[in-house]
């Protein structure tokens, strides 16, 4: 197909002609449809629209698609400066500037970690009604006990809150216990966040895991994608060596297994 816009084909070489191939008409109408989609959800502005356009607040063509990418990439600068700038709060963690509050992990004898109050409070409702409980009579709780975590998990569970981000290497180690931290005191943000990780690195070894953590922070989404990939990799799943442990420990969670793994195969006989 001799294609106006992705022939290899000089200009000057070329025959007058107005045609594009299949992929670049594909190409330019997803292009329109998600700047349509995005003006509708109002994540792009109007105002770029040509003046020689009719007023209409619907794309139709490809005029001011370089407008808009520039217009996002502004956006993205900005937002990534709004960042760095709210970053600056995650040095005074890691600097313990002005900290007013320890924090003590459960299990192993390791030292507290300083907060401060103010962060606990903004970031998790259940932080914020346990300190506001210290009354005023009673002298201010000097520290918060999170009894099923570890230091590592607890420092990696502040820096998140501090920053909203976590290295990857130590968001793999701790997302399980980091995503039943977001449940237990109520962060929807650190839910989210650990969330999309485990759907994105969802595997045969980490599935049963997923599931069991889905079920415990009764978390319908990410609950269905990891019995969807069980029941698509059942055998590999089944003989794996954790399975028999999972098994004793959930065995509600094994009944639900074997029902729907036996209900795909009956849909697939039918199809
Ligand atoms: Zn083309």
């Given at each position: ?162 920053s909203g981000d976590l290295v990857e290497e ?102």
């Open positions: 197909m001799d294609c106006s816009i992705c022939s290899s084909l000089p200009v000057i070489l070329r025959p007058p002609r107005n045609t594009i191939c299949a992929s670049c008409y594909d190409g330019a109408k997803c292009v329109i449809n998600l700047i349509n989609k995005l003006q509708n959800d109002h994540k792009l502005p109007t105002h770029n629209v040509s003046p020689v356009s009719p007023p209409s607040s619907s794309c139709k063509t490809l005029t001011n698609a370089s407008k808009w990418i520039i217009d996002l990439k502004n956006r993205e600068e900005e937002l990534e400066e709004k960042i760095d700038f709210l970053g600056e709060f995650a040095a005074a963690f890691r600097h313990r500037i002005h900290t007013d509050i320890q924090l003590k992990p459960g299990f192993d004898a390791s030292p507290s970690i300083s907060a401060h109050r103010a962060l606990l409070a903004t970031r998790s409702e259940i932080f914020k009604n346990l300190l506001e409980s210290d009354g005023c009579k009673a002298a201010p709780m000097e520290s918060i006990m999170l009894p099923e975590m570890s230091h590592e998990e607890l420092e990696s569970l502040m820096e998140l809150l501090y130590k968001l793999k180690k701790h997302v399980y216990s980091l995503a039943m931290a977001g449940d237990k005191y109520e962060i929807p943000y650190l839910q989210k966040f650990c969330e999309r990780y485990m759907l994105k690195s969802l595997n045969c070894g980490s599935a049963l895991d997923v599931l069991e953590i889905a079920e415990v922070c009764s978390c319908r989404a990410l609950k269905e994608s990891a019995m969807d990939f069980i029941v698509r990799n059942m055998e590999e799943i089944v003989f794996s060596p954790g399975f028999e442990a999972f098994a004793l420990k959930n065995p509600h969670l094994s009944v639900q297994i074997t029902r729907a793994s036996l209900m795909d195969a009956r849909k697939n006989r039918e199809n």
